[in-house]
């Protein structure tokens, strides 16, 4: 029997713009990428050319059967030095949201997906008390200029992001794996040169360099946490109509036997303790990829025999349902799933993802829970962070050489229960 969604459920993809965009050479990003020995695998230089692309992108999308399209806005193209806004790249944009209205796709858009304006970490990044001001002032910006086109906006992904890079990196330093979210933890010394290499291109000791993936200080987490709040209450004075909301992070949070306590701890870390900063929020963005499972000693390794994805995470994608179900235990908001996806080149196992995570979605809508959209992670194969281009999540393949984009069987997949608004 076909699994029915509520009506108006939003079907779509997400994409970040330092991922496709190219060529986004004011922000942080830019610079670690291209410093002599970066521990960046590659760099980004013009991604999927998705800032030329973006008509033909969106039009594919739309012609899948996807009805929405999660995508952010470069904070670095918007307001290049402090207080000096550019009209070309505010112009572009306008054009990405125009293109979105003329598909019949409704934008989801972040203002701040991972990278900064240099000249911001140049002024302390993101331990800096004044940065939630400098956000509020590029957010107010973005809605006087666009807002009329935004009806959802997250203002930043994955706030709590720095949580669970140190617990992840702390694992797998012990094994010298790779982790989650595109840090590349194979060597700590390669970690120290990049962070004194980063020091001396921003003119700062290497301590000070405070990007958004980096280490964060307790005051840093509320720092970013106020900066969302702040950045919400200034959407809503200009764009009292647009919904606003934050993205967070969450893992799956499981305990075996003894290792209740541990779970509980972590799960009060990476989300309950910011649920004040969520609570005037109009929606909340959901991004799941696996579990993490507790023991009396804390976090446990992923089992030797279960299946892994490209980015070594253990391929769990029942993970999504239970993180839904516990969120809307504590915040009572409608859910939007703004990431949830796989990396992996078995598109075969991408479609199995797809159907097992919505099968949890779906139950919990049958209970009642408003979980509002799906957005999968991601539109197309792009650049992951440290990792550079390797992984693949995309539902659409990429010929870098020619960009020419080509959907793979889980797009297609994806779009039909779009167009159905059902799960067969
Ligand atoms: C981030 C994306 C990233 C994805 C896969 C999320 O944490 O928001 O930028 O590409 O995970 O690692």
């Avoid at 029942?318 to 996806?341: D, Q, S």
């Amino acid at each position: 029997m076909a699994l029915l969604f509520p009506e108006g459920f939003m079907w779509g993809a997400s994409t970040a713009a330092h991922q496709v965009e190219g060529n986004n050479t004011h922000s942080d990003f830019w610079l670690m990428e291209n410093l002599e020995g970066s521990i960046f695998k590659e760099p980004s230089g013009i991604a999927v050319d998705h800032y030329r692309l973006f008509q033909d992108d969106i039009a594919l999308l739309a012609s899948l059967g996807l009805n929405s399209y999660r995508f952010s806005l470069e904070w670095a193209r918007i307001e290049p030095e402090e207080g000096q806004f550019d009209e070309a790249a505010i112009a572009h944009y306008r054009e990405v949201l125009l293109a979105c209205k003329r598909n019949g796709v409704t934008p989801i858009v972040t203002l701040h997906h991972f990278s900064s304006p240099q000249w911001l970490i140049r002024k302390g990044g993101w331990e800096s008390s004044d940065t939630p001001l400098r956000f509020s002032r590029y957010c107010t910006h973005v809605m006087k200029e666009l807002g009329d086109l935004i009806p959802y906006v997250c203002t930043i992904n994955e706030a709590n992001i720095s949580i669970g890079i140190a617990k992840i990196i702390k694992r797998h330093s012990s094994n010298g794996s790779q982790a989650q979210v595109g840090i590349n933890t194979n060597s700590m010394s390669q970690m120290q040169q990049y962070f004194m290499a980063l020091g001396n291109a921003f003119g700062l000791h290497p301590q000070e360099v405070h990007s958004f993936l980096g280490p964060r200080t307790e005051e840093g987490l509320r720092i970013i946490f106020q900066s969302h709040a702040e950045a919400r209450e200034a959407i809503r004075q200009v764009c009292p109509n647009t919904q606003v909301g934050v993205t967070l992070s969450l893992y799956d949070i499981q305990s075996i036997l003894g290792g209740e306590e541990n779970a509980a701890q972590a799960w009060h870390e990476e989300f309950l303790q910011f649920l004040p900063y969520m609570s005037d929020d109009d929606f909340f963005g959901l991004q799941n990829y696996t579990r993490t499972v507790y023991g009396p000693d804390g976090l446990l390794p992923i089992p030797e025999q279960s299946e892994k994805t490209q980015m070594g995470n253990e391929y769990y994608p029942e993970a999504l349902g239970a993180v839904v179900r516990f969120v809307y235990n504590h915040l009572k908001k409608p859910i939007m799933i703004t990431e949830n996806g796989v990396a992996t080149d078995n598109d075969e196992r991408r479609i199995a993802f797809i159907d097992r995570a919505l099968n949890g979605v779906h139950a919990c809508t049958s209970e009642g829970i408003p979980v509002i959209g799906y957005m999968h992670w991601s539109l197309l194969d792009n650049f992951e962070w440290q990792l550079g281009f390797s992984k693949t999540f995309g539902l659409i393949e990429v010929d870098r050489s020619t960009q020419e984009r080509k959907p793979k069987t889980s797009a297609y997949h994806l779009g039909k229960i779009a167009q159905n608004n059902a799960l067969n």
